[in-house]
């Protein structure tokens, strides 16, 4: 039996699509139910700054990994039995370390991190102040150093050329 | 003379900088480290792979440097690990504990009869609870606790005979 190739090509587009979206569907629905819109909020800000352990680039809102949901899960699970925000924080960094939160806090650890690039600044800054006055001092010098009787030949000699 | 000092110094910052990022680059950036260090392995009450009325506590795992493995059948590097702690409880006698992550007790008991048990108990954490307060982000992930239950090394991967050999094996005698 002959196979009508259009026929078979597009079962095969039917086929891809489908199988696209049904990764597509598995991949975002989560549900989730919260006692009052405060806690979903306050859920959505908490996942959304905490860091997913295993992927080093998403926050666990975003990621698919098993972990991920894990502490999502466990987000939701602290917020209902009613802790704020921050022990919520403390209770994660508790078991993950700093790594949890994409924002990393001021200690003396990450003084570096925070202020370095500020120190950096002030330091172009000052190189390029210093530059400039150096700059401006020399040529300065230049014009005081040129005398009177100097500066009266180098007039003429520029009146010559342009004429 | 002075001045042209100071025309070094952006050379000066850009030179530190650059050696400061070329040791960045030799960094691995998903290893995490396990914010327990220093810490009593966390409490829990948990059962067993083989037994489902056990009533196992932290206190088990007291009394000696022991290790313990986090494992699952689903993990395939698990799989990969397994003759290498075999081999280490049976040539060493260190006690290894196993923490069964996330696993059905049924694929649990099959796995240990079909590639043997190197475990003294496998505690069974199957909603993952136990897993959470390790820190635990991927099977499989292997903790040294002294005689006190305190966590004193941690290691995510799989083990083998260098590893073993040259990072756990030190770590281990460390504390003994």
């Known amino acids: 039996m002959a196979i009508n190739p259009l026929v078979h090509w597009r079962q095969s587009l039917l086929a891809i699509t489908l199988v ?34 295993k992927c080093q680039n998403q926050n666990i809102i975003d990621s698919d990994a098993p972990i991920a949901a894990d502490l999502r899960k466990q987000v939701h699970r602290l917020l209902h039995e009613g802790y704020p925000d921050d022990q919520i924080i403390d209770f994660m960094v508790a078991r993950y370390g700093n790594f949890v939160l994409y924002e990393p806090p001021v200690n003396s650890l990450t003084y570096l991190l925070w202020y370095g690039p500020a120190v950096l600044v002030v330091i172009g800054a000052i190189v390029v102040i210093l530059l400039l006055r150096g700059r401006k001092n020399s040529t300065g010098k230049q014009e005081s150093d040129i005398s009177e009787a100097d500066r009266e ?3 003429n000699l520029l009146k010559d050329k342009r004429n | 003379m002075k001045r042209r000092l ?4 952006p050379l000066i910052v850009a030179l530190v900088l650059g ?13 995490l480290p396990s914010a327990l260090i220093g810490k009593p392995f966390p409490e829990f ?20 440097v022991s290790l313990v493995n986090v494992w699952a059948t689903w993990c395939v590097s698990c799989r990969q690990e397994h003759p290498e702690l075999v081999r280490i409880a049976k040539e060493t006698g260190i006690p290894v504990f196993g923490l069964n992550y996330k696993d059905t007790r049924p694929e649990a008991i099959r796995w240990l009869d079909e590639y043997l048990d190197p475990y003294q108990f496998s505690l069974f954490d199957a909603d993952g609870r136990v897993g959470l307060d390790l820190g635990v ?16 090394y941690r290691f995510v991967g799989v083990i083998d005979r260098n590893i073993w050999l040259n990072e756990l094996l030190p770590e281990v005698n460390k504390w003994r």
Request: charged fraction near 25%; proline fraction near 3%; hydrophobic fraction near 40%.
């Open chain 1, 20 to 53: 696209l979206f049904a990764s597509l569907a598995q991949a975002t629905i989560e549900a989730m139910e919260f006692r009052d819109e405060g806690l979903r909020e306050r859920y959505q800000h908490l996942a959304f700054i905490l860091r997913c352990p």
């Open chain 1, 153 to 155: 030949r180098l007039n």
């Open chain 2, 6 to 9: 100071i025309l070094f110094i």
């Open chain 2, 19 to 31: 050696l400061f990022l070329w040791q960045g680059l030799k960094l691995d950036p998903r290893e």
């Open chain 2, 45 to 64: 009450t948990l059962s067993t792979v083989q037994d489902k009325n056990a009533q196992m506590t932290q206190d088990a795992l007291k009394g000696q």
């Open chain 2, 137 to 152: 982000y991927g099977a499989p992930e292997t903790y040294i606790l002294d005689k006190d239950g305190i966590i004193r």
